[in-house]
C-alpha cells in the first residue's frame, strides 16, 4: 500500500500548530464575552483559563500522539482504546460538524473582513461573504491536494506575518492616547443582565468562544504519519506551540481591553458585521490601523483555514483505509502523494456547512462536539495506564494523573453545561454525530475483515 511521505520536521510541525489555533476568534469573540460577561477581569481570566485548559489538552494528547503517530489523530487512538464503533462516531464527527464546521467558520470570517475592507453593506452582503468563503474553500483546497510541503510552506510564511502583526498591534494599541489602565478593571456602567441564571453559567458560555479562539490545537495528530520522528517531535511540537498561542492571545486581549472600555466592546456583540479587534486598532491607529489589522486577520484566517484543511483529510483517509468511509477517500494521489479526495470531500462538505447557518452557531456547536472527544482521549490516557501499562510511550504526560483528570473535569463541564444553556447547538451537533450510525452498519457489512495494528 502506497503511505504519505515523512517530510515535516519539528520546527515546521511547530509552526502547523500555530497556524492551526490562530485564526479568527482572538479578533471576534471578545466582543460576545464581553457582552456574557460585563467585566474585563473576567473576560481575561476566561482566556487564560482556557489556554490552561488547551494546555493541559495538548500536553495530554501528546501522550497519545507519541504512541500512535500514525494518520488520522484521534480516530487511531479510540479504535484502540474504545473499539471501532466509537473511533467511526469521532471520525463522521469530525467530518460532519467538528472540522469541516471549522474550516466552513474560519472561512466565514475572511469572507466577513475581505468586504469591511471594501465598505459594502446592505442586505447582499451576507451573500456575498458566503461566496468569498466557498471560494477560499475551494482555493484552499486546490493548493492541498498539491501537496503537504507546498501547503506547509504556505502555513510557515503567512504565521511568520501574524507575528510581526501581533507585535505591530501590540505596540500601538499600549501607546493609544485614549488607552488606560483602568479600562482592565473597570465593568460595564450598566449591569449585565444574566440569562444564564449563575455566573458559572454565564463563564461557561463566554468559554465557547476563548475554546474556540484556541480550537485546532489537537489536529497536528492528525499528520503523524508526515512528520519525522514522531515520537519525539510531535509531543514538543503540540506543547511548545500551544503555549506560544496562550501567550499571543493574552497580549492580544489585554490590548483590546486597554484600549477601549469594556462597555465599547459590549457594542460591537450586537454587531456582527463589524469586528472588535478593527474597532480597537482603528480608535488607536486611525483608518491605517484599521486597514492592517483587517488584513492581519485575512491573513490569519486564510492560514487557519489552510491548516484546517491540511491536517483533518487525514482522518477521513485513515477511516477510509479501514473500510468505514467513502471507499475513494483511501486513495493516495500517484503525483502529489496526498489524501486528495478526503481533501475534496472536506472542502464540499466545508462548503455545505457556509450556507447552514451563522458564525457563532457553528463555532458553538462545533466546540461542544469537539470537547466530548477530547474529554474520551483524556480518559483513555488514565485507561490505557492502566490496562497495557508496558506500551512503550516516548512521551509521559507531565503531572500524571492530575493533568489528564484536571482535562477530563473541564471537558465533562463544558459539555454538560453547554447542554443545559445551548441546548439547540448542543443538539444539532449530537444530531449529526449520529447520522453516522447507518453508515456505519453499511460499511461494516461490507468491510472486509482486517488486522487492526495498534
Not at 489602565?181 to 463566554?206: D, F, I, K, Y
Not at 520522528?229 to 490590548?255: F, H, K
Not at 489552510?306 to 471507499?327: C, E, H, Q, T, W
Not at 479526495?341 to 455545505?352: K, T, Y
Amino acid at each position: 500500500m502506497t503511505k504519505l511521505a515523512r517530510s515535516i520536521t519539528l520546527n515546521q510541525a511547530i509552526l502547523l500548530v500555530v497556524s492551526g489555533i490562530v485564526g479568527s476568534g482572538v479578533f471576534k469573540k471578545v466582543a460576545p464575552m464581553a457582552a456574557e460577561l460585563g467585566s474585563p477581569i473576567l473576560v481575561l481570566a476566561c482566556w487564560v483559563m482556557a489556554g490552561v485548559v488547551s494546555l493541559a489538552g495538548a500536553l495530554t494528547y501528546a501522550e497519545m500522539a507519541g504512541m500512535f503517530p500514525q494518520s488520522g489523530g484521534e480516530y487511531v487512538y479510540f479504535r484502540h482504546i474504545y473499539g471501532r464503533l466509537f473511533a467511526f462516531l469521532y471520525g463522521w464527527g469530525a467530518f460532519t460538524v467538528m472540522r469541516t464546521a471549522t474550516i466552513a467558520a474560519l472561512a466565514h470570517i475572511f469572507g466577513q473582513s475581505l468586504l469591511s475592507l471594501t465598505g459594502t453593506h446592505g442586505a447582499s452582503s451576507e451573500l456575498i461573504v458566503k461566496l468569498i468563503a466557498c471560494s477560499l474553500i475551494v482555493f484552499l483546497s486546490f493548493v492541498n491536494y498539491r501537496g503537504v510541503s507546498f501547503a506547509e510552506g504556505l502555513s510557515r510564511a503567512l504565521i511568520y506575518l501574524t507575528f510581526v502583526a501581533v507585535i505591530i498591534i501590540a505596540v500601538l494599541g499600549f501607546q493609544s492616547q485614549t488607552g488606560s489602565l483602568a479600562h482592565l478593571t473597570q465593568p460595564v456602567q450598566e449591569p449585565v443582565l444574566n440569562v444564564r441564571g449563575s455566573l458559572l453559567g454565564s463563564l461557561v458560555v463566554a468559554s465557547l468562544g476563548a475554546f474556540w479562539g484556541y480550537e485546532g490545537w489537537n489536529q497536528i495528530g492528525y499528520i503523524g504519519e508526515e512528520i519525522k520522528s514522531p515520537q519525539r517531535n510531535l509531543p514538543i511540537a503540540l506543547g511548545v506551540g500551544t503555549s506560544i498561542v496562550v501567550g499571543i492571545y493574552v497580549l492580544l486581549n489585554a490590548v483590546y481591553l486597554y484600549v477601549l472600555p469594556i462597555d465599547k466592546l459590549v457594542q460591537f456583540a450586537s454587531t456582527p458585521d463589524r469586528i472588535a479587534a478593527v474597532e480597537v486598532v482603528r480608535q488607536a491607529a486611525g483608518w491605517a490601523g484599521a486597514t492592517f489589522i483587517s488584513l492581519l486577520i485575512l491573513v490569519t484566517t486564510s492560514n487557519s483555514t489552510n491548516a484546517s484543511i491540511l491536517m483533518p483529510a487525514r482522518v477521513f483517509y485513515a477511516m477510509a483505509r479501514d473500510g468505514l468511509f467513502f471507499k475513494a477517500a483511501a486513495r493516495i494521489h500517484p503525483r502529489y502523494k496526498t489524501p486528495s479526495v478526503a481533501i475534496l470531500l472536506q472542502g464540499f462538505w466545508s462548503i455545505v456547512l457556509v450556507w447552514s447557518g451563522s458564525f457563532d452557531q457553528l463555532t458553538d456547536m462545533l466546540v461542544f462536539a469537539s470537547f466530548i472527544f477530547y474529554g474520551a482521549t483524556a480518559l483513555g490516557v488514565i485507561l490505557l495506564r492502566q490496562k497495557q501499562p508496558d506500551i512503550i510511550r516516548p512521551y509521559r504526560v507531565i503531572g500524571y494523573p492530575i493533568v489528564p483528570l484536571f482535562f477530563l473535569s473541564c471537558c465533562t463541564l463544558l459539555v454538560l453545561m453547554t447542554l443545559i444553556n445551548q441546548p439547540r447547538e448542543a443538539l444539532t451537533g449530537l444530531g449529526l454525530i449520529a447520522t453516522g450510525l447507518p453508515f456505519y452498519w453499511f460499511w461494516c457489512r461490507n468491510r472486509p475483515v482486517v488486522v487492526e495494528n495498534p
